[in-house]
């Protein structure tokens, strides 16, 4: 079974709250839309749904309550807390 | 006109915050057709008078920050900063359900000194959502006067037309970002070195990277120690942290929320829409209905269209002098003509289909499910988009790959679009099955309609295939990424998308009509002028078509077409149509109206009947085969080679698919032909 990592976005499990704590050291190779589009530290998230097959993310964020469709590969570059 | 008279203003804003909206509740009246399918990929531009002024309306792509990451996005940035000295003023939309997002790339315009006007639509929206935005407040810490929309009621509209008539353009009265102070000697001395007149403009320079090219005359300057740490993506990593941290006091300040319950609608459609399973199901059935409509609901006008032209026909075939003219006229231009715009129907119902997916944002819901089922043919979910849209016709579906982020992953699908069934194939193949498949039916669905449906699948096979064998051949080590939007569902803009398509139409009617209207009377003349037959005649007239030059052509070309099975009218069929697919129908028409003594009768009973010298049908089974592979892969639509070449700008990959693409159209109709002759 694979280890899921509760302290990535990806691996991150469906429909609960958690919280963006930061980036991984490799930030800079991270594409910077995910920043722009408003995936920043101590933003509030939930992850809804994903795509069959290990398909892109659909991430519910942020007071507006934006949503973002992201890779896994790109949620390994966000380091995040579950929220209780 | 005066042309220099006409203020230009940019409208710009994020995705999907409804600049379509405004742009077209802005220049309703007066709309220039430029733009092409993708709403939000293209640039176009409108007009309207108010008030005895004239103003143009720039609609650029929507982006996310001055620093692109795209295609789209970079024209955005470029048109934004290049052209400042040309427009007046930036009139900037902001959301009022995204505030936060929008914010940021308004405040980074505001800085770059750029006059504003500043736009919030929706607020009707937000309050249904339980947020209320404090305007006062709101303006006041922006420093910049907030005109309140709601677009679709043409609420505001009438406002901005004000401000712009009145100068009311306002650029910001201090920076609202600050240098990090670890690099503010080195971005002042940029700035003093440059003559810039604000520190940001010279942090952007240098955040820029290589993108929109770092500015040669502070390369010297880089080569110091201080700069050793000035990474620029790091340096827009901070920018937009440091950005967004004083957005969020802004907005604490403006925004109050109430607890909300109720679901609304985005939610609640997409618990069906990105389902795991029934989401692919719906995206099935909307493909089924658009193509059901597409060839069922069009049926009626182009019933009519064909009846108009048939009579219209008649009408000069028995009207004007009798003679080479007549002919030309009455059986080579207008069926010609008639043959393509009998296709408009079906163009245009599967155009605007595509318009309302898009602007529904229901499109960003098929790249979140696509994705990681194209991945393996080195394509990106976005490349849906290109690849739907290539349905109808390749040249939009091209432009519409800018928003694709990955150099490789754009270009693959710019490749391997044109396999797509566009809409000029259709009248190829119409006639073809119509000339060899036979009426009867398979559990109720026609032969024919399951031959045309296999020629679609087939396209899209294809196209996948060959994405997945020339991604080997593209070397990039870039990233794929994807990091999308997914915009709240809207109702789409019926009307405004109807105008969008009936301008796309007229246009591929004008344009079709008029290359074939040329190629009708090339061909004619062709084929009424020969080689000389006696010594004193320069050329000979009105000579049998077997003796005209057009003959002498085809038959050049015949050893090169013979193997796939096509006779030498075929053959220059196939040359004229390498100018745009449909012209192979007009062609046909003409040389077959003039090869014969029955004019009444139609020209695909003409084509039935025609036999080789062998007495075998030209048109056999084994020959439409071929004809329907081979116009299935080549690269025959030289306005889709323009294109490509613009948007790769390579003429390395545009003759790589030429080639490609018509080699294996030459190959696959050879081995047809040779197997089922």
């Known amino acids: 079974m694979k280890q899921i990592d509760l302290h990535k976005l990806s691996g991150?499990?469906?429909?609960?709250?958690?919280?963006?704590?930061?980036?991984?050291?490799?930030?800079?190779?991270?594409?910077?839309?995910?920043?722009?589009?408003?995936?920043?530290?101590?933003?509030?998230?939930?992850?809804?749904?994903?795509?069959?097959?290990?398909?892109?993310?659909?991430?519910?964020?942020?007071?507006e309550k934006s949503r973002i469709a992201l890779r896994e590969e790109e949620g390994e570059y966000i380091i995040v807390e579950e929220l209780n | 006109m005066q042309e220099h008279k006409k203020k230009q203003v940019l409208l710009v804003g994020n995705p999907n915050v409804g600049k379509s909206t405004v742009f077209n509740a802005l220049c309703n009246k007066k709309q220039k057709t430029g733009n092409y399918a993708g709403v939000t990929v293209a640039s176009h531009s409108g007009n309207y008078t108010y008030k005895n002024e004239e103003v143009e309306v720039i609609d650029l792509p929507g982006s996310y920050s001055v620093y692109p990451s795209s295609e789209d996005e970079a024209i955005f940035s470029k048109f934004l900063i290049d052209e400042?000295?040309?427009?007046?003023?930036?009139?900037?939309?902001?959301?009022?359900?995204?505030?936060?997002?929008?914010?940021?790339?308004?405040?980074?315009?505001?800085?770059?000194?750029?006059?504003?006007?500043?736009?919030?639509?929706?607020?009707?929206?937000?309050?249904r959502r339980g947020i209320s935005i404090d305007i006062q407040k709101f303006s006041d810490a922006l420093g910049i006067k907030i005109i309140q929309t709601n677009a679709k009621e043409q609420i505001g509209?009438?406002?901005?037309?004000?401000?712009?008539?009145?100068?009311?353009?306002?650029?910001?009265d201090k920076i609202?970002?600050?240098?990090?102070?670890?690099?503010?000697?080195?971005?002042?001395?940029?700035?003093?070195?440059?003559g810039l007149d604000n520190e940001y403009k010279a942090w952007m320079s240098l955040s820029l990277g290589s993108e929109l090219g770092r500015i040669e005359s502070i390369k010297d300057l880089l080569n110091q120690p201080d700069s050793k740490s000035l990474v620029p993506k790091r340096l827009q990593v901070q920018e937009t942290v440091r950005r967004y941290q004083s957005v969020d006091k802004i907005l604490a300040n403006v925004i109050s929320k109430k607890a909300q319950f109720k679901e609304l609608l985005t939610e609640k459609l997409d618990k069906v829409l990105v389902h795991k399973f029934w989401g692919y199901v719906v995206f099935l059935l909307i493909l089924l209905i658009i193509f059901q409509s597409v060839f069922f609901l069009a049926e009626y006008p182009m019933n009519w269209i064909e009846d108009s032209f048939s009579w219209l026909a008649a009408f000069t075939g028995k009207h004007l002098p009798e003679g080479?003219?007549?002919?030309?006229?009455?059986?080579?231009?207008?069926?010609?003509?008639?043959?393509?715009?009998?296709?408009a129907p079906q163009i245009g119902i599967l155009?605007?289909?595509?318009?309302?997916?898009?602007?529904?944002?229901?499109?960003?819901?098929?790249?979140?499910?696509?994705?990681?089922?194209?991945?393996?043919?080195?394509?990106?979910?976005?490349?849906?988009?290109?690849?739907?849209?290539?349905?109808?016709?390749?040249?939009?579906?091209?432009?519409?790959?800018?928003?694709?982020?990955?150099?490789?992953?754009?270009?693959?699908?710019?490749?391997?679009?044109?396999?797509?069934?566009?809409?000029?194939?259709?009248?190829?193949?119409?006639?073809?099955?119509?000339?060899?498949?036979?009426?009867?039916?398979f559990l109720g669905i026609k032969y024919k309609a399951l031959v045309l449906m296999g020629m679609y699948l087939l396209g899209f096979l294809v196209a996948l295939f060959s994405a997945a064998v020339l991604k080997r051949f593209i070397k990039n080590k870039e990233k794929t990424y994807l990091v999308m939007d997914l915009p709240t569902y809207k109702k789409p803009l019926f009307g405004y998308d109807l105008k969008m398509v009936l301008g796309k139409v007229w246009d591929f009617i004008t344009g079709a009509g008029k290359i074939i209207f040329i190629v009708s009377i090339i061909v004619w003349f062709l084929s009424y002028f020969g080689p000389k037959q006696n010594p004193n005649q320069l050329v000979a007239t009105n000579v049998e078509l077997d003796h005209s030059y057009l003959a002498k052509m085809g038959k050049g070309i015949e050893p090169l077409i013979e193997p796939l099975g096509y006779d030498w009218k075929m053959g220059v069929g196939i040359l004229?149509?390498?100018?745009?697919?449909?012209?192979?129908?007009?062609?046909?028409?003409?040389?077959?109206?003039?090869?014969?003594?029955?004019?009444?009768?139609?020209?695909?009973?003409?084509?039935?009947?025609?036999?080789?010298?062998?007495?075998?049908?030209?048109?056999?089974?084994?020959?439409?085969?071929?004809?329907?592979?081979?116009?299935?892969?080549?690269?025959?639509?030289?306005?889709?080679?323009?294109?490509?070449?613009?948007?790769?700008k390579s003429w390395k990959w545009t003759g790589f698919q030429v080639v490609m693409m018509t080699g294996l159209a030459y190959f696959v109709s050879l081995i047809a032909y040779q197997i089922l002759k």
Do not use: W
């Open chain 2, 324 to 343: 080479p003219v007549n002919s030309l006229v009455s059986s080579g231009i207008i069926p010609g003509i008639g043959g393509i715009v009998v296709f």
């Open chain 1, 12 to 63: 991150f499990p469906k429909n609960k709250m958690g919280k963006i704590l930061g980036y991984d050291n490799d930030y800079l190779k991270m594409p910077n839309k995910i920043i722009e589009m408003g995936l920043l530290p101590e933003t509030i998230f939930r992850i809804l749904y994903q795509a069959p097959f290990n398909g892109p993310m659909y991430v519910e964020f942020g007071e």
């Open chain 2, 176 to 194: 609202s970002f600050e240098t990090p102070n670890e690099h503010k000697d080195f971005i002042q001395k940029i700035a003093a070195h440059k």
């Open chain 2, 576 to 648: 004229t149509s390498f100018v745009a697919r449909e012209v192979f129908v007009g062609t046909m028409s003409t040389l077959y109206s003039l090869d014969d003594d029955a004019p009444e009768v139609k020209v695909i009973d003409k084509m039935r009947r025609d036999v080789k010298p062998d007495g075998e049908k030209v048109f056999s089974f084994a020959t439409g085969i071929s004809v329907l592979l081979f116009y299935a892969f080549a690269m025959q639509c030289v306005s889709t080679l323009a294109v490509v070449y613009r948007e790769t």
């Open chain 2, 84 to 127: 400042q000295k040309n427009y007046e003023g930036v009139i900037y939309i902001l959301e009022a359900l995204s505030l936060k997002r929008g914010l940021l790339l308004f405040q980074q315009i505001q800085d770059l000194g750029i006059p504003m006007i500043l736009v919030v639509n929706q607020i009707d929206q937000a309050a």
């Open chain 2, 351 to 441: 155009l605007y289909f595509l318009y309302l997916l898009e602007d529904s944002g229901y499109m960003a819901r098929v790249v979140f499910l696509m994705d990681r089922l194209l991945r393996p043919f080195g394509l990106n979910g976005k490349s849906i988009v290109p690849l739907v849209s290539g349905t109808a016709c390749a040249i939009p579906a091209v432009i519409s790959t800018r928003n694709i982020e990955n150099v490789k992953e754009r270009l693959l699908t710019i490749l391997v679009t044109p396999f797509m069934t566009c809409s000029a194939r259709l009248p190829v193949y119409s006639i073809i099955i119509g000339l060899i498949i036979s009426d009867g039916s």
């Open chain 2, 157 to 172: 509209i009438e406002e901005i037309k004000e401000a712009v008539l009145k100068d009311g353009f306002k650029k910001a």
